[in-house]
């Protein structure tokens, strides 16, 4: 199932964490604060996981990790430029 | 059709400019850099078009507009707390 996650992390370090935790699991960054990608069922299950027990003594953290039909995809519209970011999630 | 807007906008006032916009149109703030609501087809053209207008001179933006299913919106996971904003986007 292709995955959206957005986050919001106040922490600059948990959020890098966070980055690199999605990247790791084969999750592609779209934005700062957005990856994207295909995982099985039980792979949403365990990165879902993951990202709790990483985030589990911030008290200043939202994440929504949102199942996408590939029409959602397809039809999503981007305006504006493409960014590329390195690990740390500054622009190139 | 449901309607997540992503962005990823350097610009302060620029941003602030976005997410009043979106405010404006009916979406309801999830994150910083998130909005989400009901819109018609013809209201997400116009949405689209207007976003198009408020970055034009810009070169450090990124908006991303994806229909959702209701589906997606459903099953979505929410890790962490819910954030409340002000209009500058800042943490109340």
């Given at each position: ?42 792979d ?13 003594n ?35």
């Open positions: 199932m292709l995955t959206l996650v957005i986050y919001d992390i106040t922490d600059d370090e948990l959020r890098g964490r966070v980055a690199g935790f999605l990247k790791s699991k084969g999750l592609k960054r779209i934005q700062k604060s957005a990856f994207i990608g295909e995982l099985a069922d039980g949403r299950a365990s990165v879902e996981a993951g990202l709790r027990l990483l985030v589990r911030s008290d200043r953290v939202n994440i929504q990790v949102f199942p996408l039909t590939p029409a959602s995809y397809n039809r999503r519209s981007v305006i504006g430029v493409e960014y590329r970011y390195d690990d740390e999630g500054y622009l190139l």
